[in-house]
């Protein structure tokens, strides 16, 4: 019984996994992205808005034809939950986190131009969220003052594992170890052994990921801006207290009375 209920389980998540974290070996072209807009942006062709749009809209179709066909081919493979709503529920499931990704290292990338560091940071992000997601500890194992809360809310592994598998097991019957026994429901492995609250529908799970899209796309606005407008006053301001200080230098050996007897008699000898 749960030998079957954690092998559904894992395949699922194995792909979940797989597919997201391979999304990370886009970076390059995100990084590529970022040099023609900021190109584009010094001749005033559009503005920031107008590109966290159009290259959000622009990734969604070949987004959805990769997930498409990985869940497709998983769910078939499988035999997942029967039905038509299950098999779009996981489509979407899968498409979501994909989409969460790309929005994250696209903010990486607007920070982070190099290539090497780009992919760490968001594989060593990527890696905390999966460890907090409630597979490789349950939920109710992991360290409470931080990993839990807020760590395993904040990662979208978290809300896409817990939504597929209320997806997967709600409605299943598994049978029990012994055949007099009454057949074990979905609802009754996810509650007591996945740690699962059955009361929250798997819609809003869903629809916590597509959230988490629309974060990212804002921090990632957040960070453009931050750039082009932050960024130089900083780089400006410390530029101009090296030139005062550089100033100030001079004018303070002339003040002093020792430093000037001390400069005159280094002259003398000279």
């Given at each position: 019984?749960?030998?079957?209920?954690?092998?559904?389980?894992?395949c699922?998540?194995f792909v979940?996994?797989?597919?997201?974290?391979?999304?990370i070996g886009g970076?390059?072209s995100?990084?590529?992205?970022m040099?023609?807009?900021?190109r584009?942006?010094?001749n005033?062709?559009?503005?920031v808005?107008?590109f966290?749009?159009?290259n959000?809209l622009?990734?969604m179709p070949?987004l959805?034809?990769?997930?498409?066909?990985s869940?497709?081919i998983?769910?078939?493979m499988?035999r997942?939950h029967p039905?038509f709503?299950?098999?779009?529920?996981f489509?979407?499931c899968l498409?979501?986190?994909v989409?969460v990704?790309e929005?994250?290292?696209m903010?990486?990338a607007s920070?982070?131009?190099n290539?090497l560091?780009g992919i760490?940071?968001?594989?060593g992000?990527?890696?905390?969220?999966?460890l907090?997601?409630g597979f490789?500890?349950l939920?109710?194992?992991i360290?409470?003052?931080f990993?839990?809360?807020?760590m395993s809310?904040?990662?979208?592994h978290?809300w896409s594992?817990q939504g597929?598998y209320?997806?997967d097991?709600r409605?299943?019957?598994?049978?029990?170890?012994s055949p007099?026994?009454p057949?074990?429901?979905g609802?009754?492995i996810l509650e007591?052994v996945f740690?699962i609250?059955?009361?929250?529908?798997k819609?809003?799970?869903l629809?916590?990921?597509f959230?988490?899209i629309?974060?990212?796309?804002?921090?990632?606005f957040?960070?453009?801006?931050?750039?082009e407008?932050?960024t130089p006053?900083?780089?400006g301001?410390?530029?101009?207290r090296?030139?005062?200080?550089?100033?100030?230098?001079?004018?303070?050996?002339?003040?002093?009375?020792?430093?000037r007897?001390?400069?005159n008699?280094?002259t003398?000898?000279?």
């Amino acid at each position: 019984m749960l030998f079957g209920a954690q092998a559904r389980g894992s395949c699922a998540s194995f792909v979940f996994g797989f597919v997201t974290f391979m999304s990370i070996g886009g970076f390059p072209s995100f990084v590529e992205d970022m040099k023609v807009f900021q190109r584009e942006r010094l001749n005033g062709h559009y503005g920031v808005t107008a590109f966290v749009i159009s290259n959000t809209l622009s990734a969604m179709p070949f987004l959805m034809l990769i997930t498409f066909l990985s869940a497709t081919i998983c769910y078939f493979m499988v035999r997942l939950h029967p039905g038509f709503s299950h098999y779009v529920f996981f489509v979407l499931c899968l498409f979501a986190s994909v989409m969460v990704v790309e929005s994250l290292m696209m903010a990486i990338a607007s920070v982070v131009p190099n290539f090497l560091m780009g992919i760490i940071t968001g594989a060593g992000i990527q890696g905390i969220f999966m460890l907090v997601s409630g597979f490789f500890r349950l939920p109710h194992d992991i360290p409470k003052p931080f990993w839990r809360y807020p760590m395993s809310y904040i990662s979208f592994h978290f809300w896409s594992l817990q939504g597929q598998y209320q997806n997967d097991l709600r409605g299943l019957l598994f049978d029990n170890q012994s055949p007099d026994l009454p057949k074990i429901p979905g609802e009754y492995i996810l509650e007591n052994v996945f740690q699962i609250n059955v009361n929250r529908s798997k819609w809003i799970d869903l629809g916590v990921i597509f959230s988490m899209i629309l974060v990212y796309r804002i921090i990632f606005f957040v960070m453009i801006k931050v750039n082009e407008d932050v960024t130089p006053w900083v780089r400006g301001y410390v530029a101009r207290r090296r030139m005062q200080n550089k100033n100030i230098a001079p004018d303070a050996l002339t003040q002093s009375p020792s430093l000037r007897a001390y400069v005159n008699r280094d002259t003398r000898r000279r």
